[in-house]
């Protein structure tokens, strides 16, 4: 049953526009499902966003961008003035290695942290168990498979 809401929730939430209303419509689908999304306040959250999944939490002030996903097998907190870029994927669960006959084994979740006032370009992909640190910025169409310190510039 609540992967049926989820998907309700997903789709009303891709059929809304991208106006102060719509986006604070969005956030309260996406907090129906265990989410902390500000509701009130400038942030904003734009068409196409699918969120799998209850506990990302958003700061204060923030863009999430056309088309960006997020795979909430475990939490995932973005900071305050966070500016995500259209079409960015945040995945929290993987596979761990199987064997041969099944190589796809249980999920190994790890949590994703975004810290305050971190700009992401468009098509970033941030991996499992990654802390981006406060101030940083990251380039287009990279993969982010490590955490960064504070201030980093990370361009691919």
Do not use: Q, W
């Amino acid at each position: 049953m609540r992967l049926i809401v989820r998907d309700i929730v997903n789709v009303l939430s891709m059929l809304l526009g991208n106006g102060r209303l719509s986006c604070k419509l969005r956030a309260v689908l996406f907090n129906l499902l265990g989410n902390d999304i500000p509701v009130l306040g400038r942030g904003r959250m734009l068409s196409g966003v699918e969120v799998l999944g209850g506990g990302l939490t958003v700061g204060e002030g923030g863009t999430i961008n056309r088309g960006c996903y997020f795979d909430v097998s475990a939490a995932i907190t973005i900071g305050r003035n966070v500016g995500i870029g259209p079409a960015c994927i945040f995945i929290t669960g993987n596979h761990e290695l199987g064997p041969a006959d099944c190589r796809a084994g249980p999920i190994k979740a790890k949590p994703i942290v975004i810290g305050d006032g971190v700009s992401i370009a468009t098509r970033v992909t941030v991996l499992p168990g990654v802390t981006i640190g406060a101030g940083s910025v990251i380039g287009p169409c990279v993969l982010v498979r490590k955490s960064l310190p504070e201030n980093s510039v990370l361009f691919d």
